[in-house]
């Protein structure tokens, strides 16, 4: 079975700087990957996908993430935050022998001026 | 394309009432899930359905519980009697599978339900 841990509940960044939000995923099988994002009073909504290819992933408003294998991991950056990115963000993975998106706790993203 | 669609947008009930969600998949997508977000428990994972069949309800917590999908268009989570401790936002998403693997999943804006 998939599982996935986002690793920090909040994140404060300042304005301008980059940010890295982490996330470690368990599987024995193919898996895919996704982040998405809900801002406050909103539905969760895709950043980017991993499902094959290129390990380096880049998805909307400048986030990508990259896949690594060996470290089971599937980390979001993004080079310069702005405010208008402070929300929740959520790691989540399926795979092959699965129907389900299974989903971590979320992150925080706090950037203030 | 609306997205997934999702009514009511709020809903205050008192405790012991029956409570109706209902949520519009997207056109065309075959699996449709519903969750529910707490402080406390983060996104849960309540029931899905693939072509209206149920597939997995072992989300759902008690059997107040129920939800249906009498078509591809519709689909209904109820509680009843609701108590307040079911209070969360309860969210539908509706998904295709992708051809390269994967599902593209979709969430409406989600039911802030509060009971009283």
């Known amino acids: 079975a998939q599982s996935v841990t986002q690793l920090d509940s909040q994140v404060p960044v300042f304005e301008e700087a980059p940010v890295e939000l982490r996330c470690n995923y368990s599987?024995?099988?193919?898996?895919?990957l996704f982040w998405y994002v809900q801002y406050p009073n909103q539905g969760l909504q895709l950043l980017l996908k991993?499902?094959?290819?290129?390990?380096l992933v880049k998805g909307i408003n400048g986030f990508e993430a990259e896949f690594n294998k060996s470290q089971t991991s599937f980390h979001l950056r993004k080079p310069s935050v702005h405010i208008s990115d402070t929300a929740e963000y959520f790691c989540?993975?399926?795979?092959?022998?699965?129907?389900?998106?299974?989903f971590g706790t979320g992150t925080r993203l706090q950037v203030f001026p | 394309d609306a997205g997934v669609i999702q009514s009511p947008r709020h809903e205050v009930t008192e405790m012991g009432q029956e409570v109706t969600l209902r949520c519009k998949p997207i056109?065309?997508?075959?699996?449709l899930f519903w969750y529910r977000q707490t402080m406390m428990r983060g996104l849960e994972l309540l029931i899905y359905?693939?072509?209206?069949?149920?597939?997995?309800d072992s989300g759902m917590p008690e059997d107040r519980f129920s939800a249906k999908m009498p078509n591809a268009s519709f689909s209904t989570l109820k509680i009843q009697p609701s108590e307040p401790r079911d209070s969360a936002v309860y969210f539908c998403?509706?998904?295709?599978?992708?051809?390269?693997?994967?599902?593209?999943?979709?969430f409406g804006s989600g039911t802030r339900l509060t009971v009283v």
């Open positions: 998403a509706s998904s295709l599978r992708l051809t390269r693997g994967g599902y593209g999943y979709t």
């Open positions: 599987s024995s099988v193919s898996v895919y």
């Open positions: 991993y499902l094959s290819g290129s390990t």
């Open positions: 989540a993975v399926s795979g092959d022998n699965t129907d389900k998106l299974i």
């Open positions: 056109s065309g997508h075959d699996y």
């Open positions: 359905f693939n072509n209206n069949v149920p597939i997995d």
